[in-house]
């Protein structure tokens, strides 16, 4: 299936972030390691992207007093960029983390101008 192919399944994939989120953060595990494994990370960078607006209003929600404390979807944004992922031996030439860089910075940016904004 390609990256297109995904536009029909975004509803789906939206609920299943926001009702199921150990499951959505092990999809997006395993579509990491896959990619990885076959020399692809430019995909899972494009899935990364193509999913950015679900991951933000997840964390526009989260941002609203101290939900994120209990809430579970915490853990698929933590997966989302890479927080608390365990070092592990690659590539140093290109590491996998290198095509994303820049969609990792971009929702940073984004969440960072809406806490600001939120907080006056």
Same mark, same amino acid.
């Given at each position: 299936?390609?990256? &297109? $192919?995904? #536009?029909? %399944?975004? =509803?789906?994939? +939206? *609920?299943?972030? !926001?009702?199921?989120p ?16 076959? &020399? $692809?990370? #430019?995909? %899972?960078? =494009?899935?990364? +992207? *193509?999913?950015? !607006? ?22 698929i ?6 927080? +608390? ?22 929702f ?13």
């Amino acid at each position: 299936m390609g990256l &297109n $192919d995904l #536009d029909n %399944y975004m =509803e789906a994939i +939206n *609920k299943a972030c !926001n009702n199921a989120p150990y499951f959505m953060r092990w999809t997006l595990l395993q579509y990491r390691l896959l990619t990885e494994k076959n &020399n $692809d990370t #430019d995909k %899972y960078w =494009e899935f990364f +992207n *193509k999913i950015s !607006n679900i991951m933000i209003d997840i964390s526009k929600e989260l941002a609203i007093g101290e939900k994120y404390k209990y809430e579970e979807r915490v853990k698929i944004l933590s997966e989302y960029i890479y927080l +608390n992922t365990p070092w592990q031996p690659v590539d140093f030439e290109k590491p996998p983390i290198s095509g994303g860089v820049k969609y990792i910075c971009e929702f940073v940016k984004i969440q960072t101008i809406m806490l600001l904004y939120l907080r006056g």
